[in-house]
C-alpha cells in the first residue's frame, strides 16, 4: 500500500511512521508513506494558500489552485482521494478494512477555516472522525492512517486484528494475563480451564455483555441467534449489567 498526504504541515507525520509498529512496518516495506505540501503549488507570489471568503465571514478558505494542482501530480487510476471535513462520512473499523484493501490512498488535510467547496469535485470519499472539529485534517488523517495500516498484511497477525472491537459488530471481551490474582481480583476461572470450547463461548458473550453494557447503539446492526439474543435480553435487565 502507499499513501499520500497532501497536507501545509508535513513534520505532523514523521512519528506515524517512526513509532513502535508502524515504524518496523514500514522499515520491512510493508507500505510506504509520503506528505506532499500542497503550498509548494501555489502561483500566488506571496505563497499564500488561501484567501477570504466570498460574502464576507471570520477565517481563510484554502484556495482550490494549490491543492488541485498538487493532486494532479499524485493521483493515478489506482488512487482513492479522501477528504477529511466534519461532513464526512463517520469512520468506522469496517471502513478501515475497506481501506487497507486499496493500493493508494491520497488525504487531503483542510486546515484554516475551510476549503473552497469545489474541491470536494476531485475527491472519491469524504470521511469524518467525528462529530467535532479540529484545527486541521492531519490529526484525523493520522487516526485513520494508523486504523488502517494495522490492517494492511503483515503489519500485525491476522488472529489480531480478527478479534478486534468493531470487527464483527461487537465491542471486544475482556482480556487477562498474569498474576492470576491482583489486589484480590481474580482472573476468571474459565481461563485457566485449558477448555478452549469453553472459553471461545465464554469470550463471546462477555463481547456481547460488553456491547450491551458500553455501546447498546451497536445491537440494532446486528442479527443474534436465537440463544444469543435471549442472552441480550436477560443483559437488557438493569441488575444484570
Known sequence: MKITVLTLFPEYFIPLIQTSILARAHQAGLFTFETVDFRNFTKDKHGHVDDTPYGGGAGMVLKCQPILDALKTVRTKDSTVILLTPQGHPFQQRMARELSLKSHLIFICGHYEGFDERIRDY???????????????????????????????????????????????????PQYTRPEIYDGKRVPEVLLSGHHANIEKWRHQMSIKNTVKHRPDLLKELEFNEEDQNYVNSLLKKDEI
Open 123 to 173: 475527491v472519491d470519499l469524504q470521511i469524518s472522525l467525528g462529530d467535532y472539529v479540529l484545527t486541521g485534517g492531519e490529526p484525523a488523517c493520522a487516526v485513520i492512517c494508523d486504523a488502517v495500516l494495522r490492517l494492511v498484511d503483515g503489519v500485525i497477525k491476522k488472529d489480531s486484528s480478527d478479534e478486534d472491537s468493531f470487527s464483527h459488530g461487537l465491542l471486544e471481551y
